[in-house]
Structures are given as structure tokens and as C-alpha cells.
T-cell receptor
Framework: GDSVTQTEGLVTLTKGLPVMLNCTYQTTYSPFLFWYVQHLNEAPKLLLKSSTDNKRTEHQGFYATLHKSSSSFHLQKSSVQLSDSALYFCALSVNNYAQGLTFGLGTRVSVFP | DPKIIQKPKYLVAVTGSEKILICEQYLGHNAMYWYRQSAKKPLEFMFSYSYQKLMDNQTASSRFQPQSSKKNHLDLQITALKPDDSATYFC?????????????FGPGTRLTVL
């Protein structure tokens, strides 16, 4: 079946530093990849989405590029802020019957002053 | 104004009881979903509906039954509750039945089963 792997469970860093969160996926269908961000006690909110191979997508200072050759969709930001502290989920959707999102385990990002 | 309403926000139930989780969306979307988020597990897809028709069911148990009385409503009935059912249940919706449409999530109902 489809799966999403996020290798980092927790990332801690200082404000102003760059961050990269890893996301790889497995599917036999044509993929749509999403990054969702979930702040404490809030609903997940869409951060980025892409289905285009090798095209960078950006939003709110975050960016990611879908690489179908390596089945990856890593999330990056050049300079993190305190407000970026949250749980980040990579999610996969495919054009099959189900349409439900398959989520990774999530990466918690903690940014310190 | 919130576009996806879930009621209640918090719910405490005893083992063996039955509860209904309410979800209403005011985004004009045609597809709705239920997800579950429990400790140390990823968000898990449970059900998907399109135009009030069940499209997919990924829950193993018949104790979980979605109910759609209107296009913008998708409630979740859970019977014979167990402590393992304790989780936050998120309702979501998307404009239409296609993978390219992003899903918007409601604020969740946090269920605790004692």
C-alpha cells in the first residue's frame, strides 16, 4: 500500500537557522504531495502542495520540490522563527478510488531564541 | 467565522457507551472525510464521502459509522466505545472528489474513553 516516511521525530534549532524536514513516499500511482502544519491544539493546516516533478513550490517562507525519481518532497526554510514551532506532516494523495490522505508520523519542530 | 464546525470540542465517555461526533462544513465543498489522531500515531484516514455517498472506508471496525444527513454534514457514530478509541477525531473537506484538491481540517473532537 501507499506510505509516507518522515525520518525525524523531533528537530530542535535556534531562531534564524535553516531547517530541512525529510519526506519520502511510496506509491504505484501518480502522487500528490502535501505538507501540513499543526500548531498545539489546533487543526492541521495546509502549508504546501505539489504534483509537478522537479518544480519548487513556496509558501510563507517554506519551500519544497517534488522529486519523483527519488520519491521525495523535503520541506525547507532558510531562517526559522519562533512561530514555526509546530508539528509538520507530510501527506500523500493518489488518484485512485480512496482519495484519503496518507500521513507520515510527523516531525515536531522546536525553535529556541 | 469557522468554516468547519466540530462538536463537541471535548468528549468523555465510559467504556461500552455510544457517542456521535458532529461535523458541519460551510465551505461549499462536495467531499468530506474523517481522520483520527492518537498518541504516537500519524493521522489515520477513516472515511471519505462525496455528495453524501460513502466512497471509502478504511476502518476495520463496524463500530464506526458515518452519517450524512445533508451534503455539508458528516457525523461519526461510535458504538461500544473502548479505551483504545481515545483520540482526536478530525473532520475534513475538499472542494471535490479529486486528489489535487487540498483538504481543510476542522478543529477536532478530543474523545477520552474511560
Amino acid at each position: 500500500g501507499d506510505s509516507v516516511t518522515q525520518t525525524e521525530g523531533l528537530v530542535t534549532l535556534t531562531k534564524g537557522l535553516p531547517v530541512m524536514l525529510n519526506c519520502t513516499y511510496q506509491t504505484t500511482y501518480s502522487p500528490f504531495l502535501f505538507w501540513y502544519v499543526q500548531h498545539l491544539n489546533e487543526a492541521p493546516k495546509l502549508l504546501l502542495k505539489s504534483s509537478t516533478d522537479n518544480k519548487r513550490t513556496e509558501h510563507q517562507g517554506f519551500y519544497a520540490t517534488l522529486h519523483k525519481s527519488s520519491s521525495s518532497f523535503h520541506l525547507q526554510k532558510s531562517s526559522v522563527q519562533l512561530s514555526d514551532s509546530a508539528l509538520y506532516f507530510c501527506a500523500l494523495s493518489v488518484n485512485n478510488y480512496a482519495q484519503g490522505l496518507t500521513f507520515g508520523l510527523g516531525t515536531r519542530v522546536s525553535v529556541f531564541p | 467565522d469557522p468554516k468547519i464546525i466540530q462538536k463537541p470540542k471535548y468528549l468523555v465517555a465510559v467504556t461500552g457507551s455510544e457517542k456521535i461526533l458532529i461535523c458541519e462544513q460551510y465551505l461549499g465543498h462536495n467531499a468530506m472525510y474523517w481522520y483520527r489522531q492518537s498518541a504516537k500515531k500519524p493521522l489515520e484516514f477513516m472515511f471519505s464521502y462525496s455528495y453524501q455517498k460513502l466512497m471509502d472506508n478504511q476502518t476495520a471496525s463496524s463500530r464506526f459509522q458515518p452519517q450524512s444527513s445533508k451534503k455539508n454534514h458528516l457525523d461519526l457514530q461510535i458504538t461500544a466505545l473502548k479505551p483504545d478509541d481515545s483520540a482526536t477525531y478530525f473532520c475534513a473537506s475538499s472542494q471535490d472528489w479529486d486528489s489535487s484538491y487540498e483538504q481543510y481540517f476542522g478543529p477536532g473532537t478530543r474523545l477520552t474513553v474511560l
